[in-house]
């Protein structure tokens, strides 16, 4: 496990004493918390990302169209489940 010193102005510390005391959680379970959820967060903008650039390409490519269509019809509550599945660690 590796150690890291942080240095924060004093208004977010406060924002996270708040927070911490709230969630009755150490400073450093709060900290590890929210560097897992910024990862995650930006995981998922990755993996968006990615597939918007797969749509462009399936987009440009007439012989894919037809299946572009078929998937562009699916449901996105699908889509939002599966991400969401992602972000939450159960690939």
Do not use: T
């Amino acid at each position: 496990m590796k150690s890291i010193l942080l240095k924060i102005d004093d208004k977010l510390f406060e924002e996270m004493e708040k927070q911490v005391k709230k969630m009755n959680m150490s400073r450093n379970g709060y900290i590890k918390m929210a560097i897992e959820q910024y990862n995650k967060s930006w995981a998922r903008k990755d993996l968006e990302e990615q597939l918007r650039r797969e749509v462009e390409i399936i987009k440009n490519d007439k012989a894919g169209w037809a299946e572009f269509k078929e998937w562009e019809e699916a449901s996105l509550v699908d889509l939002n489940k599966y991400l969401d599945k992602i972000e939450n660690g159960n690939s």
